[in-house]
């Protein structure tokens, strides 16, 4: 079964950084396609970033030029470096496998004004 597991999640100041961390387990296929999410309040879940295999990178509006994803050199990782944080980018985020559908659980990320 497979099993998405997040980390890195915190609170930090406006300005501040933080890097996530996602490491799918339970399987023995490479996934192409992972991304992060996210959920803040009021608001729909949304795409922050996506990477493919070949390094293809996707990211939301918001957050072009302040967060850069990046595969691990680990099988199935990713991480998600986020500069100069804002406190509308505070919310839960999400690491999926974007061509299978598998969601991690979430880890909250909390940005202070």
């Known amino acids: 079964q497979v099993q998405l597991v997040e980390s890195g999640g915190g609170l930090v100041q406006a300005g501040g950084s933080l890097n996530l961390s996602c490491a799918a387990s339970?399987?023995?296929?490479?996934?192409?396609?992972m991304g992060w999410y996210r959920q803040t309040p009021g608001k729909q879940r949304e795409l922050v970033a996506s990477?493919?295999?070949?390094?293809?990178?996707n990211y939301g509006d918001s957050v072009q030029g302040r967060f850069t994803i990046s595969r691990g050199s680990a099988k199935n990782t990713v991480h998600l470096q986020m500069n100069s944080l804002k406190p509308e980018d505070t919310g839960i985020y999400y690491c999926?496998?974007?061509?299978?559908?598998?969601w991690g659980h979430g880890t909250q990320v909390t940005v202070s004004s």
């Open positions: 990477i493919t295999t070949d390094g293809n990178t």
């Open positions: 999926k496998v974007i061509s299978f559908g598998y």
């Open positions: 339970g399987t023995r296929f490479i996934f192409n396609g």
